[in-house]
C-alpha cells in the first residue's frame, strides 16, 4: 500500500485542545529561567569560585548523572500519575533550588561543592519535569497536529533560549552571576502556575498499572525501543550525538571564557545567536517535512550539525572569530531543531499511548544519561591533551550518525507514519507496516 505526503493539515485552531497554549506559556517561562542560569552558572563557577576545567567539566557532569539514574523510573512514573501535579511539583522543587545560590551569596558560604549539590537536584527536578512535560503533549493536540505542535513548542525553546540568554547576560553584568538565580525561581513560580491550571485530560486509569512492578514497566519501554527498528535506529544515532554534546557541551563556555576571552558578555551574546537558530528550525520543521520528506530532513539535519561545529575548533580570540562561532551556533541549532522535531513526531506517532512516557524516558536515559560519562571523559581528555582536544573528540563523534541513518530505513522515509484507525497499523511509503504493529495496543499517538 502506498502512502502519500501529508496535504495541509486542518485549522490550526479547530484542533488543538484547550490549554496547549497555557501549557506552552508555562514551559515557555521555564525555559527562559534555564537560559538565564545556563549563563550565570559557568560564569559564576569559572569568573567567582576560580573553576578549574575538570571542575567545569564535573559540573556539567553532575547537572547530567540524574538522566542516567532516573530517566527510565521517571518514564514510569510519568505513565502511572497525573502529568500536571508532577509539572507543579517538580517547578516548586526547581525555585526552591536555584534560590539557594544567590542566598547562599548573600551568606557568604557559596562554594563550589554547594554548586555541585544543586546542580544534582536541578538535574532530578528536570528530568521528571521533562518526561511529563513531553508525554503530556499528545494529549493536549489531536494526533494529526503532533507534528506542528512538537515545532511550536521546539520554537518556544528556541525563543525561550534567546530571551533567557540575553537577559541573562544582562542580569550578570548589572547585578552579578549569583543574583541572576532570583529571575531563575521567579520563572520556575509562573511556570508552576501556569501548569496548576491545566486540564489534563486522558488520566492514567486507576489501579491498572499501579499494581504491576516498576521494573516490570521499565522494561517494557526499553522491550518496545529495542525491537522497533525505526525507533531503534532514531535512538542510537541519538545517542552518539548525546555523547558529542555531552563532551562539547561540558567545555564549551570554559573555551570560550578562557581560551577565546570572550567574557560572560561574549558568552551570552554567542549563545542567545545560536538560540535563534533553534527557533528558526522548529518553525520551519513541518514545512521542509512536507517539501522533502522526513527521510531526507533527519539525514541533513545531522550532517549539518557536525559540519557546523568546525568554526569553534578554528577560532581564535577576536569579535570576528565570536561572531562565526555564533552564526554557526545558530546553523547548528536550526538542523538540530529541525531534526530534534521530526524524529519526535515520528516516534509518537508509532508509539501506543500507554508506552509514550517509557518509550521517551527510554529515549532520554540513553541520550541524556550518556552525557554525564562523557562529560568527565571530555574533562580527562582536557586535563591531559587539553581542552581544544576534547573539543575535537566530540565533533568526530556527532559525525557517526550520519552513516547510521545512510544505511538504515529511516534515511528513506519519504511521508511520516499515516495516523491509523483503533484497528489499523501505522503504514509507510514502500509498502509494510511500521514498527510496532500487532501488539494489539491500538493506535499509536
Not at 292 to 298: A, Y
Request: glycine share 12%.
Amino acid at each position: 500500500m502506498m502512502v502519500t505526503p501529508r496535504t495541509a493539515a486542518p485549522d490550526h485552531a479547530s484542533v488543538v485542545k484547550r490549554g496547549f497554549d497555557l501549557y506552552l506559556t508555562g514551559e515557555f517561562a521555564g525555559l527562559v529561567g534555564t537560559s538565564v542560569h545556563r549563563v550565570a552558572l559557568p560564569a559564576l563557577a569559572v569568573l567567582e569560585l576560580r573553576a578549574s576545567a575538570g571542575q567545569t567539566a564535573l559540573l556539567a557532569s553532575l547537572s547530567y548523572l540524574p538522566t542516567f539514574l532516573l530517566a527510565l523510573p521517571a518514564g514510569a512514573v510519568v505513565d502511572r500519575y497525573p502529568k500536571r501535579a508532577l509539572l507543579v511539583f517538580t517547578d516548586l522543587a526547581g525555585a526552591t533550588a536555584v534560590t539557594a545560590i544567590p542566598a547562599a551569596a548573600l551568606l557568604h558560604v557559596l562554594t563550589l561543592p554547594l554548586l555541585y549539590g544543586i546542580s544534582l537536584v536541578l538535574g532530578a527536578v528536570s528530568v521528571l519535569h521533562q518526561a511529563a512535560a513531553i508525554a503530556i503533549v499528545p494529549q493536549l493536540v489531536e494526533p494529526a497536529m503532533l507534528h506542528r505542535a512538537n515545532a511550536r513548542v521546539g520554537a518556544a525553546f528556541g525563543a525561550a533560549d534567546t530571551a533567557g540568554t540575553y537577559l541573562g547576560t544582562a542580569v550578570v553584568a548589572l547585578t552579578g552571576a549569583a543574583r541572576a538565580f532570583w529571575l531563575d525561581g521567579l520563572s520556575y513560580l509562573l511556570s508552576a502556575w501556569c501548569a496548576s491550571r491545566l486540564r489534563e485530560p486522558g488520566l492514567p486509569v486507576a489501579g491498572r498499572s499501579r499494581r504491576r512492578r516498576f521494573t516490570a514497566e521499565i522494561w517494557e519501554g526499553l522491550a518496545y525501543t529495542a525491537r522497533t527498528p525505526l525507533v531503534r535506529e532514531l535512538v542510537f544515532a541519538l545517542t552518539v550525538v548525546g555523547l558529542g554534546v555531552g563532551i562539547t557541551g561540558a567545555l564549551f563556555s570554559y573555551y570560550l571564557l578562557t581560551t577565546l576571552a570572550a567574557g560572560p558578555t561574549g558568552l551570552g551574546i554567542v549563545m542567545g545567536v545560536s538560540g535563534v537558530g533553534a527557533l528558526a528550525g522548529a518553525l520551519l520543521a513541518p514545512r521542509i517535512v512536507v517539501r522533502f520528506g522526513p527521510g531526507r530532513t533527519l539525514l541533513a539535519g545531522f550532517v549539518v550539525c557536525p559540519v557546523a561545529g568546525v568554526p569553534l575548533l578554528i577560532a581564535r580570540p577576536g569579535v570576528g572569530w565570536l561572531g562565526l562561532i555564533a552564526v554557526a551556533g545558530a546553523v547548528q541549532l536550526a538542523a538540530a531543531g529541525v531534526a530534534g522535531t521530526t524524529q519526535r513526531a515520528l516516534r509518537q506517532q508509532i508509539c501506543p499511548p500507554h508506552l509514550q512516557a517509557r518509550a521517551q524516558q527510554t529515549s532520554t536515559w540513553l541520550v541524556s544519561g550518556s552525557k554525564p560519562f562523557a562529560a568527565l571523559a571530555g574533562g580527562a581528555v582536557a586535563t591531559a591533551y587539553g581542552v581544544h582536544a576534547a573539543l575535537l573528540v566530540g565533533a568526530l563523534l556527532l559525525a557517526v550518525p550520519v552513516a547510521v541513518l545512510w544505511r538504515s530505513p529511516v534515511g528513506r522515509l519519504t511521508a511520516l507514519p499515516v495516523i491509523p484507525t483503533p484497528t489499523e497499523a501505522p503504514v509507510l511509503i514502500g509498502g509494510g507496516h511500521a514498527p510496532g504493529e500487532g501488539t494489539g495496543k491500538g493506535r499509536g499517538q
